[in-house]
């Protein structure tokens, strides 16, 4: 009797699971096919207008157009599936800030390796509009780096394989998909709209540079991917201005070209490795084994055909930077990237002896100094960048100061004792000047720079927990 009764209460308690699952999936459903009238509404709306999913020359319906697509970003995130799906995020972000990515329109361009990482992870963080560009089609090589793509997928191009994947993962996501190479000819159609940001995941040059002098001309925010291909090492992956990128001849070749044709110097975030090439190219070689002439194949011109060994795990750490720097930007979370400064522990020992030996000179004593070697490291490395506090404009590039010999770490307010919350990295030729004038008169004189300084001692505070 007893077995019975417990094989009734597990046939009930199935029905009652399988109940609630139809339930769940009929919800997503509905809310998909609502999704799609929403689109086809909008394209017939531009259609209407005539627009054609193009920006009017003239200007005509062009209101109409974006309060279109302001009504479809931003979905609702009080909905129970999409909350649920990005509750991660929003606990971290909190709802107002997630809101602002989920707000945002952003552009990528190059969709293998590093973009279709950087893609994919812009959708799963809840970006509300992604337009995806390549000209290219998905390869059985592709596959080692890939972020969705699978065999069944090889020649679909990128864009439209990644489309047709990311309505599986986040369907309340508008994802443009465009067959397309990227040059100064579709500058107007690709950049127009206004993206928030635009990721450059390009590894052809002249497309590379025509791109990033666009984003410029035009005011555009703009992440640029170096070369991730023949490295090995996770931990070299940096974040900063591509003048400070070394050991990669892509980052090379780009700044030249942007200097020598569109007179840009730098100011453009670029992700790149630290770490120099493993491998070269490959030479090209016919069935037969014999080398022959690249250019001879090439489908676009301009458009490399030899082959750049690659270890896929490096791409994808490359798009994964890209996503996180850019969502972080999108929702306004302060993120500060690590300095690229080329000291070793020995250059912080120095400064931390200079700082006792400058103690004892000014104040008779070195017992005030409350750092060690640890703290000087984190002082001179994550406040400073390697600089003088008087020199900390983002646009310093590779006049940045590297040698110790010309740096020392000082109070900033000499009545408190020199903890990692009252030290601040000078020349040396500075040190006096500082040492002879108080905080109040700096306050009065260079109200920018003193409240340069506080912001960035009070950053302490939050990291050490004081």
């Known amino acids: 009797m007893a077995g019975r009764s417990k094989q009734w209460l597990l046939i009930g308690a199935g029905a009652i699971f399988g109940s609630l699952s139809t339930a769940a999936l009929l919800k997503i459903l509905s809310r998909k096919v609502g999704k799609q009238q929403i689109e086809r509404h909008s394209t017939d709306f531009l259609m209407h207008n005539g627009m054609n999913g193009k920006e009017n020359p003239a200007g005509e319906g062009r209101t109409g157009c974006q309060d279109i697509h302001n009504g479809l970003l931003g979905f609702d995130l009080e909905d129970e ?8 995020n929003i606990q971290f972000f909190g709802i107002e ?22 893609a994919g992870m812009l959708l799963r963080s809840g970006v509300g509009r992604l337009l995806l560009v390549d000209f290219d089609q998905v390869s059985l090589s592709s596959l080692n780096r890939h972020a969705v793509a699978n065999r069944d997928d090889v020649g679909t191009p990128k864009a439209i394989c990644l489309q047709k994947h990311f309505a599986a993962i986040f369907p309340e996501c508008i994802v443009e998909a465009r067959v397309q190479l990227y040059d100064p000819s579709s500058e107007e159609e690709i950049l127009s709209g206004h993206p928030d940001f635009v990721l450059d995941c390009i590894d052809n040059i002249d497309t590379k540079v025509a791109l990033l002098a666009a984003c410029v001309r035009r005011g555009l925010k703009v992440l640029s991917a170096m070369g991730a291909g023949a490295r090995a090492d996770p931990t070299r992956i940096r974040v900063a201005d591509l003048r400070e990128s070394t050991n990669d001849p892509l980052s090379r070749a780009v700044r030249y070209r942007l200097r020598k044709d569109h007179g840009i110097e730098g100011g453009i975030p670029v992700v790149f490795s630290l770490e120099k090439p493993k491998v070269k190219l490959l030479p090209f070689k016919s069935v037969s084994g014999e080398e022959e002439n690249p250019s001879d194949y090439q489908i676009v011109p301009g458009f490399r055909v030899r082959i750049i060994p690659v270890l896929g795990t490096i791409p994808a750490i490359f798009g994964q930077v890209m996503a996180s720097y850019v969502v972080t930007q999108l929702s306004g ?23 006792l030996e400058h103690e004892e000179i000014i104040y008779g ?11 000087v490291m984190y002082v001179v490395k994550e406040l400073w960048h390697g600089r003088s506090a ?4 983002k646009d310093v ?8 010999n010309e740096l020392m770490l000082v109070r900033w307010d000499k009545s408190k004792p020199a903890t990692i919350s009252n030290l601040i990295l000078l020349k040396l030729n500075e040190v006096d000047a500082h040492e002879s004038t108080t905080i109040d008169h700096i ?19 939050m990291d050490f927990g004081l």
């Open 81 to 88: 599936v999409v909350c649920e799906q990005l509750t991660r």
């Open 97 to 118: 800030f997630q809101q602002k990515v989920s707000q945002s329109y952003v552009v990528v361009i190059g969709l293998g390796g590093v973009g279709s990482h950087a």
């Open 333 to 355: 979370l302060y993120v500060q990237t690590e300095p690229v400064v080329n000291l070793d522990i020995d250059h912080y020992r120095i400064l931390h002896n200079r700082l």
């Open 365 to 375: 004593s070195a017992t005030q100094v409350m750092v060690d070697v640890e703290e």
């Open 390 to 393: 008087r020199d900390q404009s």
């Open 397 to 404: 590039g590779r006049k940045m100061w590297r040698s110790v």
């Open 443 to 461: 306050k009065g004189e260079e109200p920018e720079f003193y409240s340069m300084v506080t912001s960035v001692l009070n950053r302490t505070a």
